[in-house]
């Protein structure tokens, strides 16, 4: 019930090594000027109490990058307004781009991804989370997952 994205569509594996870049599996600098955090995109299921999640990354502004950093470990951090964003996470399973889609990231408690609505949009994506999908549309997507990923190893 959930899918997530390694590193944001930005991401290039020559940065591995790099002073200026950095990805964890919650944070991501690129050339100390581009900001990430890895979030949740969380869509409920029609007729059931489970959710369907996407793991995805997030870019913020260096201010909002810092503040959140600095509240990654502090007890009631939930507290603190959303942070405005563009995802990062190219979702192929849709038909349109799912890049540079408006997202306000919403901190939980500790130890706890963040929560990332999406601007309320007729994008598929959107539309989803608002609306929720179906089982059939899990097995639709975790078909299509599965198939992109036998691709990409092949």
Not at 6 to 19: E, G, L, R
Not at 70 to 93: A, M, N
Not at 116 to 127: F, G, S
């Amino acid at each position: 019930m959930n899918y997530t994205a390694k590193a944001p569509a930005v991401w290039d594996p020559a940065f591995d090594d790099a002073q200026d870049c950095l990805l964890s599996s919650d944070q991501c600098v690129v050339r100390g000027e581009h900001y990430f955090v890895k979030g949740l995109i969380e869509i409920p299921i029609i007729d059931s109490d489970e959710t369907f999640s996407w793991g995805v990354w997030v870019s913020l502004s260096r201010e909002n990058f810092s503040r959140s950093a600095d509240l990654w470990d502090t007890p009631g951090r939930e507290t603190e307004k959303p942070y405005f964003g563009w995802l990062t996470t190219d979702l192929l399973v849709y038909p349109t781009t799912t890049l540079n889609l408006k997202t306000h990231v919403h901190t939980r408690p500790v130890g706890e991804r963040p929560f990332v609505e999406l601007e309320p949009t007729d994008h598929p994506l959107a539309v989803e989370q608002r609306t929720g999908i179906t089982l059939a549309r899990v097995r639709e997507i975790a078909a299509t997952v599965l198939h992109s990923d036998e691709a990409e190893q092949q």
